[in-house]
C-alpha cells in the first residue's frame, strides 16, 4: 500500500487527512472505513469504529498495527468498487472518499516525526565529501570509528516539508544543494532491538532529500559539533511523496535511483555498496534508547550523485525530482527569496 497525508480545504476550514494511492485517486482511509462500516452498521458507530481503528493521521494509523491496515485494506477495496458507479463516491454522511492530486496539498507521510536520524550508510560519499567538500588530507578522510559504527545526525523535526512544497532558499547562503536518499519510518516501538529483528520495526519507505547550504556547511563542520544553520532550516528535509509499506519492497539494496533537475537526468544509479544496513542502523540506535512510531531514518546518498560532488549547482526556479524504484518520485520547486 502508498499511504499518504495531505491537507484538504473543506466548509470547515483545513484538515489533515492520511490516504492511500489507489485507482488514480487519493482514496480518503478514513472516509472510506465509515462508508464501508455503514453497510453494516449506522452511521455513528460505523464513524466511531473507524476513528478508533484507522484515526485520521499516520502515526495513529500506523499505531494500529496490522488490524488498521486490514480494515484499510478493505476500505480501499470498498471504494475501488464505489468509484466503479461514481466518479466522486460519498460516506453516509456526505464525506468525500475520494480525492484528485489537484484537490490536495501534499504533506510528508509522517508530517511530525517524533524523531530524525540521517545516516551516511554508503561510505563512498563521506569518502568523496571529505575530499571535495571539506579539503581533509587523503590519510583522515576515513576514520576508524567510520567503519566500526552508522555515522548518523537528528535534523530539526521543524524542517520537514512534503512532496510539490516550494523549497525555501535561505537568504544566507549562495549555495544551496540536494542529496537524495531513501527513507524508512519505524513501525512500532522499540529498544536494543538486535539487527536480526529490525525489519520488523519498519513501517515503509519514502524518497527523502536533504537539502544542505554548501558555502556555509564546511566553517561549521570545523567547529567539529555537526551541522547546524547549513542543513537545518525550513524546508530542508523533503519526504514524500508516499510511504510504501514494507511488504511492497521486501529488499532496499541495489533499488535504482535518478536524479533530475528541470527534466534532465543528473545521476542514474542504485542504492548499493552499503557499509551499514538499515537493520545495522536501526540495532545501533535502539541500544538503550527506545524508538517510537513515526521516527525517521535516512540512508545517505549514493557518491556522485549530488550537485557539489558533480560540480552542478541548483538555482532558483529549479526544479528537483528524484525517483526512486518503487518508491516513487518526489518533486519540488527551489525559490529564493
Not at 480494515?71 to 468525500?96: F, I, N, W
Amino acid at each position: 500500500m502508498k499511504l499518504v497525508s495531505y491537507e484538504v480545504q473543506t466548509l470547515l476550514g483545513r484538515f489533515e487527512r492520511i490516504g492511500a494511492l489507489a485507482f488514480g485517486a487519493i482514496v480518503d482511509l478514513n472516509a472510506a472505513c465509515v462508508a464501508y462500516l455503514a453497510e453494516s452498521l449506522d452511521a455513528n458507530a460505523a464513524r466511531r469504529q473507524a476513528e478508533a481503528a484507522v484515526p485520521p493521521d499516520m502515526i495513529g494509523f500506523l499505531e494500529g498495527g496490522c488490524a488498521a491496515r486490514q480494515l484499510a485494506d478493505r476500505a480501499v477495496a470498498y471504494a475501488g468498487e464505489r468509484l466503479k458507479t461514481g466518479s466522486c463516491p460519498l460516506g453516509p454522511q456526505g464525506q468525500r472518499l475520494t480525492f484528485d492530486e489537484p484537490e490536495v496539498r501534499w504533506l510528508a507521510p509522517v508530517p511530525r516525526p517524533p524523531m530524525i536520524r540521517d545516516g551516511i550508510l554508503l561510505l563512498d560519499h563521506y569518502r568523496v565529501g571529505m575530499e571535495r567538500l571539506f579539503k581533509i588530507a587523503e590519510k583522515d578522510r576515513m576514520p576508524e570509528a567510520a567503519r566500526t559504527m552508522p555515522i548518523y545526525w537528528k535534523p530539526s523535526r521543524a524542517a520537514v516539508a512534503g512532496h510539490r512544497e516550494p523549497i525555501r532558499w535561505p537568504k544566507y547562503s549562495d549555495k544551496l544543494d540536494y542529496e537524495f536518499e531513501l527513507g524508512l519510518y519505524i513501525g512500532k516501538q522499540g529498544k536494543d532491538i538486535p539487527a536480526e529483528r529490525a525489519l520488523e520495526y519498519i513501517a515503509g519507505y519514502t524518497v527523502f532529500n536533504d537539502l544542505g547550504l554548501r558555502d556555509v556547511q564546511p566553517a561549521e563542520m570545523s567547529l567539529r559539533m555537526g551541522p547546524a544553520k547549513s542543513k537545518d532550516f525550513e524546508t530542508s528535509k523533503v519526504m514524500g511523496p508516499c510511504l510504501v509499506t514494507a511488504d511492497e519492497l521486501t529488499s532496499v539494496d541495489g533499488l535504482r535511483m535518478i536524479t533530475r533537475v528541470n527534466g534532465e537526468i543528473w545521476f542514474d544509479g542504485k542504492l548499493s555498496n552499503w557499509a551499514f544496513t538499515f537493520a545495522q542502523f536501526i540495532a545501533h540506535v535502539s541500544r538503550d534508547e527506545t524508538l517510537n512510531v513515526g521516527d525517521f531514518f535516512g540512508s545517505g546518498p549514493p557518491a556522485f550523485s549530488v550537485g557539489f560532488e558533480l560540480d552542478r549547482w541548483i538555482k532558483h526556479g529549479d526544479v528537483i525530482e528524484c525517483e526512486i524504484e518503487g518508491v516513487g518520485t518526489l518533486s519540488n520547486q527551489v525559490v529564493r527569496s
